[in-house]
């Protein structure tokens, strides 16, 4: 058997779980954590009997990562009160996850650590929603080392990401629909310029940056999903449905209102895909200027009421 496949198969058990349980903890603000046993297992051959120094180590491991986790702010470390009459560290998860959830725990992070040679080794570490039996969080790290310096640099490595992956919320899948142009003006009548064009798709394009830099979203590709000359800002249903066919979670619509040559209102709107319904809306208020700075009034309406970062216009 691989070293891959057998660090797989010594966690894989910490990753099933018969069914979803209740935990008390589960809608609190701040997440209800406990930190379960890791286990320990090493295949690297040396002829030297470490099992002794390789527990203290795991301890010291799992004794900092509570401590990282009592002291962030943001998290709130719960431990069982079965004493004696816990279940086993090589119970079944469900039984563990069971003793989480009489806790009031709503998250356990737990894992193992597993030695390849004298200088490498791995160490899987999961987060589970004890309500649901959810993975939250699966990875697993390469370190170098066997002393306590090397644990160490480990566990603060594991810890920052583990606890930023549980505070993070997950980036919402967000169909970017084309800015349309909503012309009023005198000239209306003429219809959209090849410089129009080219304007609204710099205005896109500059939203897109702006949205991927944030973290907060993750971009689907809305371009499938529209037909050409297709214009959405007076379809009732149009937006959402282009997210849902498309799996996003939400749709944004840009939309340039042009009063005159130049003067316009650059506005947004965000939908569920679900149900159509008005995430948010917002636009400029008026703002003077030729097509080339639809860009520029764009960025800063996202910025400022999507994004809620406030930046000034650059």
């Not at 310096?149 to 967000?174: D, G, I, N």
């Not at 304007?199 to 500059?206: G, K, R, V």
């Not at 917002?282 to 009421?305: C, M």
């Amino acid at each position: 058997m691989s070293h891959r496949r057998s660090v797989h198969c010594l966690f894989l058990a910490l990753l099933v779980v018969a069914g979803p349980l209740r935990s008390a903890a589960a809608s609190d603000p701040v997440p209800a954590v406990m930190v379960d046993d890791f286990s320990y297992l090493d295949t690297s051959g040396e002829p030297i009997d470490q099992t002794a120094a390789h527990q203290r180590r795991l301890q010291a491991f799992v004794a900092a990562l509570k401590h990282d986790v009592a002291t962030d702010q943001r998290l709130r470390l719960v431990s069982p009160s079965c004493g004696a009459a816990c279940p086993a560290a090589d119970a079944p998860p469900a039984a563990r996850l069971q003793m989480a959830a009489a806790a009031g725990a709503g998250i356990v992070i737990t894992g193992g650590v597993q030695k390849l040679s004298t200088l490498v080794q791995w160490a899987r570490v999961a987060a589970i929603d004890v309500a649901s039996s959810r993975v939250l969080f699966d990875k697993l790290f390469t370190f170098r080392g066997d002393n306590d310096e090397a644990w160490e640099r480990a566990e603060t490595f594991v810890s920052r990401q583990m606890r930023e992956a549980l505070v993070t919320p997950a980036p919402v899948r967000l169909a970017l629909l084309p800015f349309e142009l909503d012309a009023t003006s005198a000239g209306a009548a003429l219809g959209e310029t090849e410089a129009d064009h080219k304007e609204l798709q710099a205005a896109t394009d500059a939203v897109r940056q702006v949205l991927e830099q944030s973290g907060r979203y993750r971009l689907v590709d809305a371009a499938a999903g529209i037909k050409p000359g297709q214009g959405l800002r007076a379809c009732d249903d149009c937006e959402a449905r282009i997210a849902r066919e498309l799996g996003a979670q939400q749709s944004l619509l840009g939309i340039i209102r042009r009063i005159g040559r130049t003067e316009y209102i650059v506005g947004f709107r965000v939908r569920q895909a679900d149900d159509g319904a008005l995430v948010l809306a917002g636009d400029s208020g008026l703002r003077l200027g030729a097509n080339y700075s639809w860009s520029r009034g764009a960025v800063r309406v996202i910025r400022e009421q999507l994004l809620g970062s406030g930046d000034s216009e650059r």
